[in-house]
């Protein structure tokens, strides 16, 4: 595997079901991200992992719960969600861009999340 | 307040042809801008960035950008479009008050026809 992947491609699921999303990235990066793609709209942040440190939490509701349990691995829980939670969920890597520098980040195919 | 401007929904153009897909943005401090590109169904793709230096970056797949600090754009180019550049693409702006936030575009639906 190259890159950054993610599973599972799709998912659908219930209201009260529990489920998590995972990505691993294999390109040595030290930085994770969470995305939330829905049409038409920017791209949301809600989670960034530098180092295995959670160091942004762009107000996300709690039913979304990340978890980084090293540098090539990220997951976010799902739980109780809504129907207006439905939509492209994205996993990114980068390296830890640092003050000053900015790297690009790479993205997995995404998990396409339909709540019923 | 920060904001990236991608002001056309979609842009046509015939294949052959030069491509531009407009961006402008607004941020505080110094602008690292980043353009991607989405196919369907699958992640954004990293075309090129720019930091600082030359105002014209090359990216992937003979795609370029012309970085204008006057009128604070970003407009990706290509001289000569393919049927398969067709996809989504967003510009992106480094947030100027975090390291890793990114403040996006909400995108351009490019159609190459043949």
């Known amino acids: 595997e190259t890159g950054v992947t993610q599973t599972p491609r799709h998912l659908v699921m219930g209201m009260t079901n529990k489920k998590s999303l995972k990505c691993e990235q294999h390109?040595?990066?030290?930085?994770m991200y969470w995305y939330k793609q829905s049409a038409k709209k920017p791209l949301e942040l809600m989670f960034v992992y530098s180092l295995e440190e959670r160091v942004e939490n762009n107000s996300v509701p709690s039913r979304f719960s990340p978890e980084c349990p090293n540098s090539s691995h990220l997951f976010l829980h799902l739980h109780t969600l809504q129907p207006e939670d439905s939509a492209l969920y994205l996993c990114a890597s980068s390296q830890d861009p640092g003050a000053g520098e900015s790297y690009e980040q790479y993205f997995g195919p995404g998990t396409r999340l339909t709540v019923t | 307040a920060q904001s990236v401007a991608q002001p056309e929904d979609q842009v046509n153009v015939a294949e052959g042809n030069p491509l531009t897909v407009k961006c402008t943005y607004s941020?505080?401090?110094?602008?690292?801008l980043f353009w991607y590109v989405q196919y369907p169904n699958r992640g954004l793709q990293f075309l090129l960035k720019?930091?600082?230096?030359d105002n014209l970056v090359k990216g992937s797949y003979g795609f370029e950008a012309e970085f204008n600090k006057s009128q604070t754009s970003f407009h990706l180019k290509k001289p000569s479009a393919l049927v398969s550049d067709s996809a989504l693409y967003f510009c992106?702006?480094?947030?100027?008050?975090?390291?890793?936030?990114?403040?996006w575009g909400a995108g351009t639906k490019l159609i190459i026809k043949p």
């Open positions: 941020v505080s401090g110094n602008p690292y």
């Open positions: 992106a702006v480094r947030d100027g008050e975090s390291n890793y936030q990114l403040i």
């Open positions: 720019y930091i600082t230096g």
């Open positions: 390109l040595g990066h030290n930085a």
